[in-house]
């Protein structure tokens, strides 16, 4: 496959499916034509991994800070004041700048026992994205309509971001599209031949939309049921390609652009 210039808005490459083995996916990810790739947080016992990853890696992998919601305990006070120190202690000249909030949230597919901790972190994370000024990396499994409601609550106008693996219906599609500074994150799923999403995407302002891997998870097919990495992203991008009826090329400069017009990278 030639190689796409685009960039990977979504990837923990820091977890332990990756140990041992992240320079190679990095010039996999390089040689496919992926410019940067984005880091989302996941709890407070990923976070060092995160750093140095960063550390090893500068200016091509770029992090965000934030408190996964399927991480979320009865402690989550605790868990938030590690979050927040880290946002608030690493300005834009500090050798870690965090380019977002996330991976933020609410889910309620595995368990809703600790929904209204989860809202109350969640609703806590968008707070400190306003107050700084940073985009989000929502995760909405199960809990469109409580995400959404949260935004409103906390204030739609002053907040951005992206739903981060949109996976939805046109119904789904349009609630997170009324909300004016949120776009939608697309992988892997797209190339899944029952999905559903491709059809989706057809009713989809092309400036709403960014591309990801989620990697390790997720990956589109061929590799369906493997290991996702960062280098596998011009697959996604070829898809919604074919759904939009232009070339490939076009989707990566649109993506890439609605991307640094949203994370600054």
């Given at each position: 496959?030639?190689?796409?210039?685009?960039?990977?808005?979504?990837?923990?490459?820091?977890?332990?499916?990756?140990?041992?083995?992240?320079?190679?996916?990095?010039?996999?990810?390089?040689?496919?034509?992926?410019?940067?790739?984005?880091?989302?947080?996941?709890?407070?016992?990923?976070?060092?991994?995160?750093?140095?990853?960063?550390?090893?890696?500068?200016g091509f992998v770029h992090p965000?800070?934030?408190?996964?919601?399927?991480?979320?305990?009865?402690?989550?006070?605790?868990?938030?004041?590690?979050?927040?120190?880290?946002?608030?202690?690493?300005?834009?000249?500090?050798?870690?700048?965090?380019?977002?909030?996330?991976?933020?949230?609410?889910?309620?597919?595995?368990?809703?026992?600790?929904?209204?901790?989860?809202?109350?972190?969640?609703?806590?994370?968008?707070?400190?994205?306003?107050?700084?000024?940073?985009?989000?990396?929502?995760?909405?499994?199960?809990?469109t309509r409580e995400v959404v409601?949260?935004?409103?609550?906390?204030?739609?106008?002053?907040?951005?971001?992206?739903?981060?693996?949109?996976?939805?219906?046109?119904?789904?599609?349009?609630?997170?599209?009324?909300?004016?500074?949120?776009?939608?994150?697309?992988?892997?799923?797209?190339?899944?031949?029952?999905?559903?999403?491709?059809?989706?995407?057809?009713?989809?302002?092309?400036?709403?939309?960014?591309?990801e891997t989620d990697s390790p998870?997720?990956?589109?097919?061929?590799?369906?049921?493997?290991?996702?990495?960062?280098?596998?992203?011009?697959?996604?991008?070829?898809?919604?390609?074919?759904?939009?009826?232009?070339?490939?090329?076009?989707?990566?400069?649109?993506?890439?652009?609605?991307?640094?017009?949203?994370?600054?990278?």
């Amino acid at each position: 496959m030639n190689s796409i210039d685009c960039i990977d808005t979504h990837a923990h490459l820091f977890v332990e499916a990756f140990h041992g083995e992240v320079d190679a996916v990095v010039t996999r990810a390089k040689k496919a034509g992926v410019r940067k790739v984005l880091l989302p947080n996941i709890d407070e016992t990923s976070i060092d991994g995160l750093k140095e990853l960063v550390t090893r890696h500068r200016g091509f992998v770029h992090p965000m800070m934030g408190l996964h919601p399927t991480s979320v305990t009865k402690e989550w006070r605790k868990q938030l004041d590690r979050v927040y120190d880290e946002l608030t202690s690493h300005p834009p000249s500090a050798e870690v700048n965090y380019v977002g909030v996330g991976e933020v949230g609410i889910d309620l597919y595995w368990d809703n026992s600790l929904k209204q901790e989860q809202i109350a972190v969640f609703e806590q994370q968008l707070v400190w994205s306003r107050e700084l000024e940073l985009p989000l990396s929502i995760h909405f499994r199960n809990a469109t309509r409580e995400v959404v409601d949260s935004i409103r609550r906390i204030g739609e106008s002053s907040l951005r971001g992206v739903f981060h693996s949109f996976g939805g219906d046109r119904e789904e599609l349009e609630l997170i599209l009324s909300l004016k500074h949120f776009l939608v994150g697309v992988n892997g799923v797209v190339t899944f031949k029952n999905s559903g999403l491709a059809t989706t995407l057809q009713h989809c302002p092309r400036d709403r939309v960014v591309v990801e891997t989620d990697s390790p998870y997720l990956a589109p097919v061929p590799y369906r049921g493997k290991r996702n990495e960062p280098a596998y992203l011009p697959y996604v991008i070829r898809a919604i390609a074919a759904t939009w009826g232009v070339n490939a090329s076009t989707v990566a400069e649109i993506t890439t652009h609605n991307t640094v017009a949203l994370f600054g990278v």
